[in-house]
T-cell receptor, first 113, second 114 residues
Framework: ETGVTQTPRHLVMGMTNKKSLKCEQH?????MYWYKQSAKKPLELMFV???????ENNSVPSRFSPECPNSSHLFLHLHTLQPEDSALYLC????????????FGDGTRLSIL | DQQVKQNSPSLSVQEGRISILNCDYT??????FLWYKKYPAEGPTFLIS?????DKNEDGRFTVFLNKSAKHLSLHIVPSQPGDSAVYFC?????????????FGSGTKLNVKP
């Protein structure tokens, strides 16, 4: 099992659809993150869960709704998205509060029609 | 307001030579710095890190240098290999409550020519 697994790898959806992105980590970490990467821009932190509690919400529109049922799983529920939400969505995990690197999944490439 | 900047979007180097990737930051409170490598269709992979109490960290062909007074971070790859061709991101963090908040640069695409 790879460390951080994201599904699906690719997703095309209409603006009125509802879908969910899934992330699973097998590293025993206690913190999980959602990032958005748009072309030519730095990774943007969206949400942080530490010990299954949301500790950061970076002014993300409410059409993105995270869920962390346990320390190994993280979801991003999507509804009524806009074309500018098309991007690569990356999940990461880490062991906190130590100074340790975050480990990333391969991302979900999301396209909004 | 971008707190971590990589001003070179791309770099081309001949195989066997040194690659130097640069990164600047603005926040003097950052205390932990990392470099990630990213291949197309894959997530970023951790490469090397450095704590603010050090000015150099080496791991094989990769060395990271930290100049705190200049708020500058660099990654040296020597000798460069074609397999090193990828996008490199620098990141900086500061402890915040119970987690590290990372700030990423926009990346430098390295091309190592055979």
């Amino acid at each position: 099992e790879t460390g951080v697994t994201q599904t699906p790898r690719h997703l095309v959806m209409g603006m009125t659809n509802k879908k969910s992105l899934k992330c699973e980590q097998h590293l025993g970490h206690n913190a999980m993150y959602w990032y958005k990467q748009s072309a030519k821009k730095p990774l943007e932190l969206m949400f942080v869960y530490s010990l299954e509690e949301r500790v950061e919400n970076n002014s993300v529109p409410s059409r993105f709704s995270p869920e962390c049922p346990n320390s190994s799983h993280l979801f991003l529920h999507l509804h009524t998205l806009q074309p500018e939400d098309s991007a690569l969505y990356l999940c990461a995990s880490s062991q906190e509060p130590d100074n340790q690197p975050q480990h990333f999944g391969d991302g979900t490439r999301l396209s909004i029609l | 307001d971008q707190q971590v900047k990589q001003n070179s979007p791309s770099l081309s180097v001949q195989e066997g030579r040194i690659s130097i990737l640069n990164c600047d930051y603005t926040n003097s409170m950052f205390d932990y710095f990392l470099w990630y490598k990213k291949y197309p269709a894959e997530g970023p992979t951790f490469l090397i890190s450095i704590s603010s109490i050090k000015d150099k960290n080496e791991d094989g062909r990769f060395t990271v240098f930290l100049n705190k007074s200049a708020k500058h971070l660099s990654l040296h790859i020597v000798p460069s290999q074609p397999g090193d061709s990828a996008v490199y991101f620098c990141a900086a963090s500061k402890q915040r409550d119970n987690f590290n908040k990372f700030y990423f640069g926009s990346g430098t695409k390295l091309n190592v020519k055979p």
